[in-house]
Every structure is written in C-alpha cells, then in structure tokens.
C-alpha cells in the first residue's frame, strides 16, 4: 500500500504558476502509475493530468494540455503538477492518486490510493 500527501496549493492570480507536489511513502514507487485529478465546487472529480511508472508516458486532460506539466522523480519519491498560465476555471482541490495494476490511465476508477487533496484557488 502506498500513502500519497498533496502539497504546494493556494492562492494565486489569473496567469500565474504553481507546482504541486504529491510525495508517497509505503511501497517501492516506481510500481506506482500517477495521476492528477480535481474537483471543483459542485462539480464532478475529473482527471487532469497522468503519467506513467517511469515516466516516458504522460497524459493530459485537453483543458490542460500546453499549460500543465506532469513529472515525477522516482528517488525522491514525489510526482509534480507544474500549471502555468493559470485560469479562474483551474480553481478545485487537486488530488494525487496512485495505482500499481495495469496502465496509465485518465479513468479516476483505476486508481486506488488518493490523497487528501490540496486547494488551489485562482483569483481574477
């Protein structure tokens, strides 16, 4: 089992940057795919952004694609969500999950470990 911790939210303007963190501990991580969801007030979860066990594949929710930037560094155990050019509708809380069967995947049902999720809020 793996324990997945979201960090790096907050405040911040239209047009600005944030770089999430999700840091795992638990099991090796490398067994792990990632994955980026959000959930916006009264709003489905919806996937953002994933990326394969080591890297070499990634996937992005069109409404992202060119601004988000998934990675992840397997010796520090951590995968990251670099947004840039944020936008009033990128406002949710932002969930790392984590899953060892199968591929990488945007389906949220695939992944079984989640984390508590961080806030990002952007501002006009």
């Known amino acids: 089992q793996v324990q997945l911790v979201e960090s790096g939210g907050g405040l911040v303007q239209a047009g600005g940057s944030l770089t999430l963190s999700c840091a795992a501990s638990?099991?090796?991580?490398?067994?792990?795919?990632m994955g980026w969801f959000r959930q916006a007030p009264r709003k489905e979860r919806e996937f953002v952004a994933a990326?394969?066990?080591?890297?070499?594949?990634?996937l992005y929710a069109d409404s992202v694609k060119g601004r988000f930037t998934i990675s992840r560094d397997n010796a520090q155990n951590t995968v990251y969500l670099r947004m840039n050019s944020l936008k009033l509708e990128d406002t949710a809380v932002y969930y790392c999950?984590?899953?060892?069967?199968?591929?990488?995947?945007?389906?949220?049902?695939?992944?079984?470990?989640w984390g508590q999720g961080t806030q990002v809020t952007v501002s006009s």
């Open positions: 999950a984590a899953d060892d069967t199968g591929v990488v995947s945007r389906s949220s049902s695939t992944y079984h470990y």
């Open positions: 638990g099991r090796t991580f490398n067994w792990y795919f």
């Open positions: 990326i394969s066990r080591f890297g070499r594949t990634t």
